[in-house]
């Protein structure tokens, strides 16, 4: 079973299931599935790209070892992203001190992740830069929901189960971050607000 249609809930239900019994195949499809989803998160929270990395190996360390508390019938995606949200809270509370010391001034465009176009036109290229700034001055948990909505494209109901969070929040938090965005940006637009 490829990585493209791993993202069907039958399918990674499926292979979630042969994870489960040993498939070392079926582990492997849903890591290469859900890699860059995790980085992300992880990345948006503690803003190092080594951090992230780590997060990404322990979030699919602890899911080959608790995949029997997966209960089917839920969103895969949603539990998944839980577990890497609170092995990150967990460890930005455990290295607060040198979080801020080491942190990284890179936003997460200036980060190497596969399948990410390359604008060719210069116009573009500063506006994404702009965009990227903008983003990363969001307060936490807004540039969280944000990132899960516009670049892991979950919708509010997956973005709340994986926060732990209510829908309303999660709704809410989006509200402000759109706001923000757009008053961040409005000067680079050329349009008032």
Not at 20 to 49: E, N
Request: charged residues 30%.
């Amino acid at each position: 079973m490829d990585a493209e249609r791993a993202g069907d809930p039958g399918n990674i239900e499926s292979l979630v299931r042969a994870a489960r019994d040993g498939d070392r195949d079926a582990f492997m499809t849903i890591v290469a599935t859900y890699q860059q989803k995790v980085f992300m998160i992880a990345y948006s929270v503690l803003r190092d790209r080594e951090d992230a990395l780590d997060i990404v190996q322990e979030t699919f360390l602890r899911f080959y070892r608790k995949a029997d508390l997966y209960k089917e019938g839920n969103s895969f995606q949603g539990w998944l992203l839980r577990i890497a949200k609170n092995l990150c809270v967990d460890h930005y509370r455990k290295n607060t001190r040198r979080r801020r010391e080491l942190e990284s001034p890179k936003s997460l465009d200036e980060i190497q992740i596969p399948a990410s176009p390359d604008p060719t036109v210069s116009g573009a290229c500063e506006m994404r830069d702009v965009t990227a700034r903008c983003i990363d001055r969001l307060a936490g948990r807004q540039r969280l929901v944000f990132v899960l909505r516009h670049v892991d494209e979950l919708q509010f109901n997956e973005i709340s189960e994986a926060m732990n969070i209510s829908l309303g929040t999660a709704k809410s938090l989006h509200f402000k971050a759109v706001r923000n965005l757009r008053k961040w940006l409005t000067p680079y637009m050329g349009t008032q607000s």
